[in-house]
């Protein structure tokens, strides 16, 4: 799948106004940043953060399994210079059982400098899930398409917002120049649950019978930002 927009991949702002939550997402409830780095001459920049899921489960898959999230730890590195955002994803919450990997990746168009390349990859591997693991993989693809379809939306979303506010341009990264660091929300409202240490994991897609272990590609894709 190869779509185009007229994104300049200067415009990271438009990902992390995402965080700490998302009201384009509503199953995504929360997020804390854990770790931020800087490098000295500002052109990389990273954060981890660990986000929680309502995942859209049966009632009963949820009380057999013991809880109303699901985490997943994001890791984002920005780095200016090569002008690329590359983002990784895995669950936290039942890892011992579903493992999700998804990783994602900004890039400079090959044929215009101005756009914007999009890739995104994702696997599942469930080991087992109470009996529950071909729900449990019907309930993962359904996420996953549906994250596919609002990606676009959500990014133009918050473009516009950039644009409404004057925004529209961020200069290049050079040496003699540092960039500003990205608005990164580290706090949470009262009302969002806490991210406390629990057994869970991100994208509620885990589990096989016990015996084996079944690996599967959601999707791989390539957008082209145009």
């Known amino acids: 799948l190869i779509q185009r927009f007229p994104i300049p991949v200067e415009l990271p702002q438009a990902y992390e106004r995402r965080f700490p939550t998302c009201h384009l997402i509503p199953m995504f409830v929360a997020s804390d940043v854990v770790n931020e780095e800087t490098s000295e001459d500002g052109s990389t920049q990273k954060i981890e953060r660990r986000c929680a899921l309502d995942v859209d489960a049966p009632r009963l898959l949820k009380r057999i399994a013991g809880v109303d999230y699901v985490y997943f730890i994001q890791k984002n590195t920005l780095n200016r210079k090569e002008r690329t955002l590359h983002i990784e994803s895995h669950n936290e919450t039942f890892s011992n059982r579903v493992v999700v990997h998804e990783t994602c990746c900004y890039s400079v168009h090959p044929e215009n400098e101005d756009w914007t390349c999009f890739e995104q990859t994702a696997s599942l591997d469930i080991k087992s899930f109470f009996g529950f693991e071909s729900t449990v993989e019907k309930i993962a693809m359904k996420q ?81 930002s145009e």
């Open 144 to 224: 996953y398409a549906s994250s596919i379809k609002k990606g676009k939306e959500i990014i133009e979303y918050y473009l516009k917002e950039l644009d409404d506010e004057g925004i529209t341009h961020v200069p290049r990264w050079s040496p003699f120049s540092h960039s500003l660091p990205l608005s990164s929300p580290t706090s949470l409202s009262t009302n969002q649950p806490e991210l406390g240490i629990v057994p869970a994991d991100s994208n509620v897609l885990q589990g096989l019978e016990g015996s084996g272990i079944s690996k599967h590609c959601l999707h791989h894709l390539s957008f082209t």
